[in-house]
């Protein structure tokens, strides 16, 4: 069983920086991981993914360019770091893991690639 901790939410103005993480309990080294959001009023949405190793990486339009994923599997960690957000990225922020560790490329935003998620940190964002 794997669980999944958030943290780093918080108020930050457009144009400003954010750095989540998600602290993993259980066997996290075979799983794909990633970083999901839901607005209010909106579908839940893949923002970014890392492989097992962290050698692959993939994001949504929305945030390429911005937001940087990474892992470090020693300490059991995941993290984003998010750069110029946007109002738009108002949202609660989940982390997810996977229970196989297969790396679907473009295909690892889908939610339905995880097994295991967090509770959520909300990232509010003014202009």
């Known amino acids: 069983q794997v669980h999944l901790v958030e943290s780093g939410g918080g108020s930050v103005q457009a144009g400003g920086s954010l750095r989540l993480s998600c602290a993993a309990s259980?066997?996290?080294?075979?799983?794909?991981m990633g970083w999901f959001r839901q607005a209010p009023g909106k579908e839940r949405e893949g923002v970014a993914s890392?492989?097992?190793?962290?050698?692959?990486?993939t994001y949504a339009d929305s945030v390429t360019g911005r937001f940087t994923i990474s892992r470090d599997n020693s300490k059991k960690m995941l993290y984003l770091e998010m750069t110029n957000v946007k109002p738009d990225d108002t949202a609660i922020y989940y982390c997810?893991?996977?229970?196989?560790?297969?790396?679907?490329?473009?295909?690892?935003?889908?939610?339905?690639?995880?097994?295991?998620w967090g509770q959520g940190t909300q990232v509010t964002v003014s202009s």
């Open positions: 890392t492989s097992v190793n962290g050698l692959h990486t």
């Open positions: 259980g066997y996290i080294y075979s799983s794909v």
């Open positions: 997810a893991a996977s229970a196989g560790g297969t790396w679907y490329g473009r295909r690892s935003l889908e939610g339905d690639k995880y097994d295991y």
